[in-house]
């Protein structure tokens, strides 16, 4: 962290040295392991302004921008699914940046959580039918065709029809959380604005929730979740595919699926992950982010 500052200070805003935009990244990284929410969305805030200042990804070397593309387009869409309010509004457009490189860690759900992102934004449309239904049905077709955009990502050398392999199924339960996740909001959606609310809403979308928790729950069980760093990405799909699970031996498969990343990976909120489930599983039917707000808690999903 000393290096880090007197990096910061030594040098002009546009000549950062790029080893110090990535030790803040691993900042970054390292808070997600610990389980730090306010810390993590900090060093993400910092590394984005960071990043503005020196020029953006074009003024970084191929190698590092590719690196930071990936981890902050990852990083900052979704945090806006569980923590809006401590992302910096300023940094935002950085997250729209195209990873043209094949990320062993974002994968192919690149385009995937960004409709994540944009579902978290329905709430601000509840105000405009014709804008809502609009995004609805985009999103929906986005998700139908996300793997359209798979041949145009560059392979990087040493990468093997595994590691293929393991992002493709990431990505499948990306795309079918996406649809729970979907479902999810449009339901508490009505749920808040009985008065204006309309269920034509949940019929823009192409894809029941009940298909799609059983479309992850099937990739889940077919592929054995050991310690190939491609699964470490997996806490976002298990954690909205267990908040819509009702039967016990599904909810037993996501318990110990998340168990398995805790192990492997040692990824902080895995265990308050772990926890909100239990209690939703325990209690009344609650959508989570109100059981978050109501317990006062944080939560990191990457």
Not at 112 to 126: E, G, N, Q, T, V
Not at 186 to 212: D, G, N, Y
Request: charged residues 25%; contains cysteine.
């Amino acid at each position: 962290m000393r290096g880090v500052r007197t990096a910061l200070t030594e040098r002009s805003a546009d000549k950062f040295p790029e080893d110090a935009l990535l030790s803040v990244a691993l900042l970054c990284k390292f808070e997600v392991v610990r389980g730090s929410v306010r810390q993590w969305t900090v060093h993400l805030n910092a590394l984005g302004k960071l990043l503005l200042s020196r020029g953006g990804f074009d003024s970084l070397s191929q190698d590092t921008a590719d690196f930071l593309r990936g981890l902050f387009v990852y990083g900052q869409n979704l945090a806006k699914l569980t923590n809006p309010r401590l992302i910096t509004a300023a940094v935002s457009n950085l997250s729209h940046a195209e990873i043209t490189r094949l990320d062993i860690y974002v994968g192919y759900t690149e385009r995937i959580i960004k409709l994540c992102a944009r579902i978290a934004d329905l709430p601000l449309l509840c105000a405009d039918p014709v804008a809502l239904g609009l995004e609805i049905h985009a999103i929906d077709e986005s998700l139908r065709n996300w793997t359209r955009y798979l041949p145009s990502y560059i392979i990087p050398k040493g990468t093997t029809e595994e590691n293929l392999t393991r992002l493709r199924m990431v990505a499948e339960c990306f795309c079918n959380a996406a649809y729970i996740y979907l479902h999810s909001t449009l339901e508490r959606m009505m749920q808040k604005l009985t008065q204006r609310a309309s269920p034509i809403w949940t019929s823009f979308v192409s894809l029941s929730k009940r298909v799609a928790v059983e479309r992850c729950l099937r990739s889940i069980r077919s592929s054995p979740l050991d310690d190939h760093c491609e699964y470490s990405a997996l806490t976002f799909p298990l954690f909205i595919t267990g908040c819509a699970c009702e039967e016990t031996i599904d909810r037993e498969l996501i318990m110990q699926s998340l168990t398995q990343l805790e192990i492997n990976f040692g990824i902080g909120n895995v265990k308050r992950a772990k926890e909100l489930l239990n209690i939703l599983w325990a209690g009344e039917k609650l959508h989570w982010l109100d059981v978050l707000e109501r317990l006062k808690w944080d939560l990191i999903l990457t």
